[in-house]
């Protein structure tokens, strides 16, 4: 399928389905939509968009940041047509059916993109970690831990993250968080990385907010921001910086 953005009737009746879905589960998707000359409009150059299962979040953004490389018919992140056509066309993975065919979809911003709304855009399922990719891509492995969940389940740890600017465009700060939170031997969290706990994905948000008052954190590097970490953060520390 070539690749298309809707116009504001397809938004309109894309929105229209979330909304019917939260009172019926078991509502079918309308992939009708994808192609009705009324809701989607193509983008030049018009890439073929696969048909492909993603393995995680970065799997996703790694994908997407390659077929959206050479668009040239619109403002491609803050593009809320094009991202909502995009979730439509993966909806079985942002918002995949249980094994009663029920979907459980939450709110809209994760499946039509809140453009004007730092703080809810990176909640979009596809745009979110295709911006985050973006902001890291010489070295997208340092944001592994905004990444590595799957497509419909960001996780907490990411929510604490994301609607905050000042850490998610920060290459330093997105560095200290996959260093403390990421567990590359499960590729995943590390246990007790989420809630509200000590040295928590919560408290650190906190920490770096506070730290922002007396460093320039966009120049410290990773190792040093974790150097300054109060104790409650030690059982997180990497070996090597121990």
Same mark, same amino acid.
């Given at each position: 399928?070539?690749?298309?953005?809707?116009?504001?009737?397809?938004?309109?009746?894309?929105? /229209?389905?979330?909304?019917?879905?939260?009172? *019926?589960?078991?509502?079918?998707?309308? $992939?009708?939509?994808?192609?009705?000359?009324?809701?989607? #409009?193509?983008?030049?150059?018009?890439?073929?968009?696969?048909?492909?299962?993603?393995?995680?979040?970065?799997?996703?953004?790694?994908?997407?940041? @390659?077929?959206?490389?050479? #668009?040239?018919?619109?403002?491609?992140?803050?593009?809320?047509?094009?991202? &909502?056509?995009?979730?439509?066309?993966?909806?079985?993975?942002?918002?995949?059916? *249980? +094994?009663? +065919?029920? /979907? %459980?979809?939450? !709110?809209? $911003?994760?499946?039509?993109?809140?453009?004007?709304?730092?703080?809810?855009?990176?909640?979009?399922?596809?745009?979110?970690?295709?911006?985050?990719?973006?902001?890291?891509?010489?070295?997208?492995?340092?944001?592994?831990?905004?990444?590595?969940?799957?497509?419909?389940?960001?996780?907490?740890?990411?929510?604490?993250?994301? &609607?905050?600017?000042?850490?998610?465009?920060?290459?330093?700060? #997105? !560095?200290?968080?996959?260093? #403390?939170?990421?567990?590359? *031997?499960? /590729?995943?969290? /590390?246990?007790?990385?989420?809630? %509200?706990?000590?040295? @928590? $994905?919560?408290?650190?948000?906190?920490?770096?907010?506070?730290?922002?008052?007396?460093?320039?954190?966009?120049?410290?590097?990773?190792?040093?921001?974790? @150097? %300054?970490?109060?104790?409650?953060?030690?059982?997180?520390?990497? !070996?090597? @910086?121990?």
């Amino acid at each position: 399928m070539k690749l298309h953005r809707f116009n504001e009737e397809g938004i309109t009746r894309f929105g /229209r389905f979330l909304d019917e879905l939260s009172a *019926d589960p078991a509502l079918g998707v309308p $992939a009708d939509l994808l192609t009705d000359p009324a809701c989607a #409009v193509a983008v030049p150059p018009c890439p073929e968009v696969e048909n492909r299962q993603f393995i995680n979040r970065m799997d996703a953004a790694r994908y997407l940041d @390659s077929l959206l490389s050479g #668009v040239t018919g619109c403002d491609v992140q803050r593009d809320a047509g094009l991202w &909502a056509w995009l979730t439509l066309c993966y909806f079985d993975q942002v918002c995949p059916p *249980d +094994g009663h +065919g029920r /979907r %459980k979809a939450g !709110e809209r $911003a994760r499946y039509i993109p809140a453009v004007t709304d730092y703080q809810k855009y990176y909640r979009h399922l596809l745009a979110g970690p295709y911006r985050v990719f973006r902001a890291h891509r010489s070295n997208p492995d340092c944001a592994l831990v905004l990444l590595c969940g799957p497509l419909h389940k960001p996780g907490e740890i990411v929510e604490q993250f994301v &609607a905050r600017q000042e850490i998610i465009t920060n290459p330093h700060a #997105v !560095e200290l968080a996959t260093a #403390v939170y990421y567990d590359p *031997d499960k /590729r995943s969290f /590390r246990r007790g990385a989420a809630g %509200k706990s000590g040295g @928590s $994905a919560r408290r650190l948000a906190d920490v770096l907010r506070q730290f922002d008052v007396t460093w320039d954190l966009y120049w410290l590097p990773a190792m040093g921001i974790l @150097s %300054k970490l109060p104790k409650e953060f030690d059982r997180f520390r990497p !070996e090597e @910086s121990v």
